[in-house]
């Protein structure tokens, strides 16, 4: 599942708010790029409602119905762009729900909705998206719903960023990267945090190449390689204030050596100003709960 056969189904997680209406605008440009189905997700979590004795039973069961209602508007709006679409509302724990529906249809992508500038540090990525992040087995879209869109979406044309470093989720993310900037025909930039161990062993990172780092992919648009020194959330940071890109990917480890509870993925997801994509290993299975993420390096489409 993921980018190197081209997306063939997007699962977006909607909470039917604006923080995924969000969210549906990116996984809308991608289906159609792609020519890729939505399948429109929305879980209803029995512990929202722990004091039970209190709903009535009618409202209760009504829930469901009134989901179900607004994502079958939503879908044959995508219908009549041409995107096929499908909706599922379920209940259950919402993270654990969204696992099934992913594996169930084979999904290439999860796209979500965070809360963004809202947020103060990585509590702002939520709950789900590092469920998500930590256990998905295909790639992870975060959109946080004030800063990458409306009148804050990214610059319209702007490159695809990927964040790179060596590590098993490599090859998958910057496969992932070049698909996106060959079919939306943007420029491809690779930006590298140095840490200080590297700068006495990276003799000349201003030859660095995709093969360099150990990419084995053909590169079909313009490509530039960068590297820079500094903590990599901070790097990056820079990079997309600087570039103005449209999207930012980055490889996702399944245990970090980052200390503390939230890895440096998170702290991306929580400070970018533009949508990132989190790549798992291409063979990557579901993982536990506890265990962490860490980027694997450092449009409108």
Not at 86 to 109: C, F, N, P
Not at 141 to 151: E, H, L
Not at 220 to 229: A, G, L, N, W
Request: aromatic share 4%; charged share 25%; glycine share 8%.
């Amino acid at each position: 599942m993921g980018f190197e056969t081209g997306l063939k189904t997007i699962v977006v997680a909607t909470d039917l708010e604006e923080r995924s209406g969000a969210a549906l605008e990116y996984a809308r440009k991608l289906a159609g790029a792609y020519g890729a189905r939505i399948v429109l997700a929305h879980g209803i979590d029995p512990m929202d409602f722990a004091a039970m004795d209190r709903v009535p039973g009618k409202l209760r069961n009504k829930l469901p119905e009134d989901a179900r209602a607004v994502l079958d508007q939503i879908s044959a709006e995508l219908s009549s762009e041409g995107i096929p679409s499908h909706s599922e509302v379920r209940q259950g724990e919402v993270t654990q729900m969204l696992l099934d529906v992913i594996r169930q249809y084979k999904a290439d992508l999860i796209v979500i909705g965070t809360k963004g500038r809202r947020g103060v540090g990585p509590v702002a990525v939520g709950t789900l998206a590092e469920q998500l992040v930590r256990r998905s087995p295909c790639p992870v879209m975060a959109v946080a719903a004030d800063w990458n869109a409306g009148p804050f979406r990214p610059t319209p044309g702007g490159p695809v960023l990927l964040a790179m470093e060596k590590n098993e989720a490599l090859q998958a993310s910057a496969m992932a990267a070049m698909s996106l900037a060959e079919t939306f025909n943007r420029p491809l930039l690779v930006l590298h945090a140095r840490t200080a161990a590297e700068t006495v062993s990276f003799l000349n990172p201003t030859a660095m190449n995709l093969k360099d780092c150990g990419v084995d992919i053909q590169a079909r648009c313009p490509v530039r390689c960068m590297v820079k020194d500094g903590k990599p959330a901070d790097v990056v940071e820079a990079a997309i204030e600087q570039y103005r890109p449209s999207v930012l990917v980055i490889g996702v480890k399944r245990r970090s050596g980052t200390p503390g509870p939230h890895g440096t993925a998170f702290a991306l997801l929580a400070r970018s100003r533009v949508p990132v994509i989190c790549v798992p290993p291409e063979t990557a299975p579901a993982t536990k709960e506890h265990e962490e993420v860490v980027p694997t390096a450092t449009t409108e489409f």
